[in-house]
């Protein structure tokens, strides 16, 4: 279930609070809140270290399977009758930027009554083309109706590794495609 911004936003059902009060009941001698969640953290710091600076699989225990970059190529490509044939992403800002342009003076409401109007999309020159995803390898799991669950780090994460794929020279070679 989604909430707020949209997509990136995704509604819990356990968060630390609860987590914290299932190990305080559990444990006989507990370790201080805060020294928990740091624990935690520094856990998620070094499996996003793992992960995505050095292309490494995560396993996740518990015969859950392991966690690991995925790379795509996500070049333009066409079909036969010239139409964009791969699902590359819109650019909205450059898009709307384009439609001012195209249609000036128009409304968004009159904009949105004009059809075939032209899309301005992501075509990830910075990456050489190449797409980056979290990718959760169920092959080795064992639970029971894997294709309900799904992998989604948090904004965080998402946007730490979004960073170093543009800035580290060399990081997007070292994922499987």
Same mark, same amino acid.
């Given at each position: 279930?989604?909430?707020?911004?949209?997509?990136?936003?995704?509604?819990?059902?356990?968060?630390?609070?609860?987590?914290?009060? =299932?190990?305080?009941?559990?444990?006989?001698? +507990?370790?201080? /809140?805060?020294?928990?969640?740091?624990?935690?953290?520094?856990?998620? !710091?070094? &499996?996003?270290?793992? &992960?995505?600076? %050095?292309?490494?699989?995560?396993?996740?225990?518990?015969?859950?399977?392991?966690?690991?970059?995925?790379?795509?190529?996500? !070049?333009?490509?066409?079909?036969?009758?010239?139409?964009?044939?791969? /699902?590359?992403? +819109?650019? =909205?800002?450059?898009?709307?930027?384009? @439609? !001012?342009?195209?249609? +000036?003076?128009?409304? +968004?409401?009159?904009?949105?009554?004009?059809? *075939?109007?032209?899309?301005?999309?992501?075509?990830? %020159?910075?990456?050489?083309?190449?797409?980056?995803? @979290?990718? @959760?390898?169920?092959?080795?799991?064992?639970?029971? *109706?894997?294709?309900?669950?799904?992998?989604?780090?948090?904004?965080?994460?998402?946007?730490?590794?979004?960073?170093? @794929?543009?800035?580290?020279?060399?990081?997007?070679?070292?994922?499987? %495609?």
């Amino acid at each position: 279930m989604f909430f707020g911004r949209g997509r990136n936003k995704v509604k819990v059902d356990y968060g630390f609070d609860d987590i914290y009060k =299932w190990y305080k009941e559990e444990s006989k001698n +507990p370790l201080d /809140k805060k020294i928990a969640r740091n624990i935690i953290i520094d856990f998620n !710091n070094e &499996v996003l270290k793992s &992960v995505v600076f %050095e292309g490494h699989d995560h396993s996740l225990g518990g015969r859950l399977g392991s966690i690991r970059i995925r790379k795509f190529d996500n !070049n333009l490509k066409l079909n036969k009758k010239g139409e964009i044939a791969n /699902k590359l992403k +819109p650019d =909205w800002p450059k898009t709307y930027e384009l @439609w !001012n342009k195209k249609y +000036p003076g128009k409304s +968004p409401k009159e904009l949105k009554e004009i059809k *075939n109007k032209p899309l301005v999309y992501h075509l990830n %020159e910075h990456t050489d083309g190449y797409v980056f995803k @979290w990718y @959760w390898d169920k092959i080795t799991s064992n639970v029971k *109706n894997q294709t309900a669950y799904s992998f989604e780090p948090i904004r965080t994460i998402k946007r730490e590794a979004a960073k170093a @794929w543009k800035n580290i020279p060399g990081l997007r070679d070292i994922y499987y %495609e």
